[in-house]
């Protein structure tokens, strides 16, 4: 048996990039899939949206349901956590995948785009893992992954987007805490970051496009998360994942696979020495 066939997964921001590709890789096992995202409706420059996602992981072999949320809502996230459990009657796995970026420096970065991405990232990834503890108590190997780097409190990582770093930094320190709050529940708590930049819209729109073309397909996380989520989680806490590490762990040794450009040598992402 699909290491993750019946188990059920809700990821945030999953209607494209990264989420919707882990989405995709648990589909092929036979796991049903939470699909919680904005887009509803097709956006002028991004593909995707829950509906057409939800359809991919039908397609793919698994079941999904699409639900329409916005991760800065308190009542919402709790509201779409319970239907996803009534949907498939209980919940395995919690992807907190969903992000806000800007990479900009401390005078150029307006309040506005501050408190989106506190409220996107760390508010979002801590508000998400409460309304789904009392649930993943209830499966037989529950782990909640959170899509933010190693924590190493380096100048170089803060200066230049301060307010980014803070927000991705308290993702892992949801990390760093919960794992050990709930190692006694047996609910795993881990983080995963590319070792490379990876091409989703976010390098698309904050780098140039030489980066983009050093970068590598989503799907190198999506098969590094789904290693991740087929370990036991009482033996998977409290890690900082990179994908090519989980990856050459189970094995792995070719990566030319994943590049956007063949041939191309990979750009090392933001936080990765």
Request: hydrophobic share 50%.
């Amino acid at each position: 048996m699909a290491a993750l066939a019946g188990r059920t997964l809700f990821i945030t921001g999953a209607s494209r990039g990264i989420g919707r590709e882990i989405a995709l890789r648990a589909a092929r096992d036979g796991a049903n899939v939470a699909i919680a995202a904005k887009t509803v409706d097709p956006h002028p420059k991004l593909a995707g949206t829950i509906h057409t996602v939800a359809a991919e992981v039908e397609a793919a072999g698994g079941r999904a349901l699409a639900i329409a949320l916005d991760v800065r809502d308190e009542g919402a996230i709790a509201a779409a956590v319970a239907r996803a459990v009534a949907a498939f009657g209980g919940l395995d796995i919690l992807v907190n995948n969903a992000s806000a970026i800007s990479l900009t420096p401390t005078a150029a970065t307006p309040a506005r785009r501050f408190d989106l991405m506190m409220g996107v990232n760390v508010r979002a990834t801590f508000l998400c893992s409460q309304a789904c503890i009392p649930h993943l108590r209830r499966s037989p190997n529950p782990h909640i992954l959170n899509l933010s780097p190693p924590l190493a409190m380096k100048a170089k990582w803060f200066a230049g987007h301060v307010a980014y770093t803070i927000s991705k930094y308290g993702m892992s320190q949801c990390t760093l805490g919960m794992a050990e709050e709930l190692r006694a529940d047996g609910i795993a708590v881990n983080s995963l970051w590319p070792a490379t930049t990876i091409a989703t819209a976010a390098v698309e729109f904050n780098f140039p496009p030489e980066i983009l073309a050093a970068s590598r397909h989503p799907a190198i996380m999506a098969e590094a998360a789904h290693a991740i989520f087929a370990s036991p989680s009482r033996e998977t806490t409290g890690n900082f994942f990179l994908d090519e590490e989980v990856l050459r762990a189970a094995g792995v040794t070719d990566f030319s696979r994943y590049a956007v450009k063949p041939g191309v040598a990979p750009f090392k992402d933001l936080f990765v020495d």
